[in-house]
């Protein structure tokens, strides 16, 4: 939802130095937001989504993720507007994509991740031209929702329930 859309934006790019206590990774970045509803959303509109204003947009975040089990890929459109975002966006500079690893991971008493649902079987995350990205806590320890998986690169900051607070726009 939208909630979730503002706290990502400023976990991104809260302004900072203005007495209100909250300061972004990037807080000198500007913003762009729009709305795709899955799974209603068309391989098309998909597509167009991947390279909407990538003349100007240097990072695109994909915080979302489809409802369904098992391996899902971009369809063949998607690909192809993907490829293009990458190698032809911003003049040839080219769009960096970066796609959230998912908020379903499976803990087991003894702390494994046994039964989790893995980002690599999320076509979106696991695409070699997207980067794919897991949640820490404020301890820098992977969140307790966050999807593991070896296609994942990096890592940002997001809350988690029971520990201290990772303050943010919402």
Not at 2 to 21: K, M, P, S, Y
Not at 23 to 42: D, H, K, R, Y
Not at 80 to 91: F, H, K
């Amino acid at each position: 939802g939208q909630g979730h859309g503002t706290c990502v934006a400023g976990l991104v790019a809260a302004v900072g130095e203005n007495n209100v206590g909250v300061s972004g990774v990037a807080p000198e970045a500007q913003l762009m937001s729009w709305q795709v509803i899955t799974p209603a959303a068309s391989d098309a509109q998909f597509a167009a989504m991947f390279q909407y204003q990538s003349n100007i947009v240097s990072v695109q975040n994909h915080s979302w993720g489809l409802s369904t089990e098992g391996l899902v890929e971009p369809s063949l459109v998607e690909q192809t507007a993907i490829e293009n975002a990458v190698t032809l966006g911003r003049g040839g500079r080219g769009v960096v994509l970066v796609h959230a690893a998912g908020n379903a991971r499976k803990t087991s008493r003894d702390g494994s991740s046994s039964g989790a649902h893995d980002a690599n079987e999320d076509g979106y995350a696991s695409n070699p031209k997207i980067i794919g990205v897991a949640a820490v806590r404020t301890t820098g320890r992977v969140a307790s929702y966050s999807n593991p998986g070896a296609c994942l690169l990096v890592a940002g900051p997001s809350g988690d329930s029971g520990l201290p607070l990772l303050f943010t726009t919402d």
